[in-house]
């Protein structure tokens, strides 16, 4: 019986664990929300549920423990569907779910990339919520983790993007 009461206690204390280890997802509103009160720069990952890499980019980039630690310190992280249906209100204007023959997209996924609808794709916005860049493809882990760091603290004002990556020392 004791043996049972410590293992239900192990595993209970793992999922505890296993919980924490999350990004902490936010709507894109709530993450303008609270980067207003407090300034962070945002993530947003803009992906679709037919996108095989960004079901892969889920599992391994996104599943790090130093990717979730370093965004859920330094971004407000956003998880947005291309396709979503929800309206999303940005910048004094609706962004609404389209729908053209085929063709189906969210406004906002494609004002964020410009029209050029590739998944999964990475947006930045800077601390007052404009665009700074979005960075289209799968990414992995190493690679993941310099843009993090270079689109963190301004550094992408302060150097080419070459010569941060040449520079950079991982924190691993």
Known sequence: MKKLIVLAFLFVGTLQITAQN????????????????????????????????????????YADNEIIK????NYYAVKMNGEGKEDINFQGKTFKFVQEGRSKYHQLAAAIMKGKMSYPSTAFFDTDQKLIQTVPGYLKKDQFEKILAFFNNDNYKNSSWKDFANNFKSTN
């Open 22 to 61: 999350d990004i902490n997802w936010v709507s894109f509103e709530k993450a303008i929300e609270k980067s207003k009160e407090n300034p962070k720069p945002i993530l947003v990952d803009l992906y679709t549920d037919w996108c095989h890499w960004c079901k892969v980019m889920d599992k391994k980039t």
């Open 70 to 73: 370093y965004i859920n310190n």
